[in-house]
């Protein structure tokens, strides 16, 4: 089958600046991408590229089987756009937005249901600049998805939205996947990424560092589940770390953290069961206990590391 | 095609109503001057105007200076702006050809500059009981071909300068001078000789001159430089246009 985006050595710098740097992935139809990655990465350009609305330095890129430039005619009408900035005039109201962009393609979907979907409808006669940044937020994401389109890009799809107007947006994302649609999204919650997307990219100074699907992606990095619990008595620790699934172990203050063993993180419960087992035997009061798996966050930043950068 | 540029061009007239002070500079300025100075001159015939009153002489001039407000500051600061903001580059994502989202601006802008000296005429015709002795036809050619020119100069502007706030400088500081040398104001007939030989630099004393002259019923062969003038104006400019677009 066909990949529905493809990518090879993709290549685009801004003056001397190296924005992406030989990117090569394929997408497959029904799929829905993520790509994460620190600010300034290069998700914004990558994903430009593939709109048509940057024309790569270097390296092919094909989306639907067409060149993204120069098809550009014939790619239009089967894209859904959201770009991370954009903007509408002031004084336009939601419904003249979704009417006058309706108006732009063949067969739109009706965009009454769409603005109820995303909590909008109320807003419908109000000017532009009067909505909220998750209110214009939302408006974006009705205008990216009004042609019904083949492949949906979305740029940082839910930033500025509330937790309801977020997974309202997750599942519009899953509709649409669902109906068979291709999305690629980009994002900065790990949370959402590891839950909404099929495989996820991980792009640092425009190369992409990792690729796979978040369960794959965590796996990769071994170990990290984490059973964490406090107690007032002296405990002896060295016997803790003798259960068939702990490995190392931590001690904060009174705050005990025992790492899992560096194995697959299906063995989660276990540990947690000959912990608080071992616990209870020994007669031990305590509290606060949590567990910590190992999540998409981690991975993130093992990879591109803790340090902000400018 | 052609739905996305009605209804585009509907909601384009629609934003452009709801900025009062665009709708003030073409619609309700130029009336006001109208009547400010019909009430100080009258229109009777005057020997200085070649036997026309002081209103059939002004409804032309004044048209030039609408002209030059929707070409000069609405549309160059309306372009530059919505380049600015990211609106055209948020359309440049849609189907929409560049050509539909221009001309729709064109059409709406056109529109108002036409509603403008329509007011002119009917009030003219009313209060102070306008002549004209023209074609009809010659003055909406001339009309058109002037606010074409114009427009282009317009995006030329939109195109050169980086945000809408240099676009209205620059624009102002095109448009005061220019309307006040020009005739399109104060009369050429009262501006002294010396200010009269530069304003033949401008391009606006060319539209005012033609208005004018076909108003009163010139032949067309008697205004060759104003329209060779406003053509070279028209198609330099919209070169110029075509290779200063921008999206974003
Ligand atoms: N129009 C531009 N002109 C010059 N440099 C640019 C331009 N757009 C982006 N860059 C630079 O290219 C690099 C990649 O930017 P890009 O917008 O693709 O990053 P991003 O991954 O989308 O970041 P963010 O998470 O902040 O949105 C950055 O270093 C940025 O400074
Ligand atoms: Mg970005």
Redesign the interface.
Known sequence: MNPIIQVEKLTKAYGAMIAVDDVSFAVQSGEIFGMVGPNGAGKTTTIECLEGLRRPDQGRVHVLGLDPVSQERLLRPQLGVQLQQANLPERIKVWEALDLYASFYSRPLDWRNLIEQLGLAEKRNTAFRKLSGGQKQRLFIALALLNDPQVVFLDELTTGLDPQARHASWDLVRSIRDRGKTVFLTTHFMEEAERLCDRVAIMDQGRIVALDTPANLIRSLKGENRVQFSVDVDLDVSSLSKLPHAGRLERHGDIFVVHGRATDHQDQAALVGEVVNFLTLHGVRFSELRTEQANLEDVFLALTGRQIRV | MM??FL??TW?EA??LL??PIGVFFTLAFPLMMLFLFGSIYGNKPLPFFAGYGSVDVSVPAYTAMIIATSGLLTLSIGMAG?RE???L??L?????RPLIILSSQMTVIFAMTVAGMTLLIVAGKIFYGLRFNGSALNVAAAFLLSSLSFFALGFVLAGLLPTARTAQVVGMVLFYPMIFLSGSTIPLESLPSGVRAFARFLPLTHVVTLLRGLWIGDAWSRHGTEVIVLLVLLIACTLVAVKTFRWE
């Open positions: 739905r996305p209804k585009m909601i629609k934003l709801r900025e919505n903001n990211g609106i580059r948020r440049r994502a849609t189907p929409m």
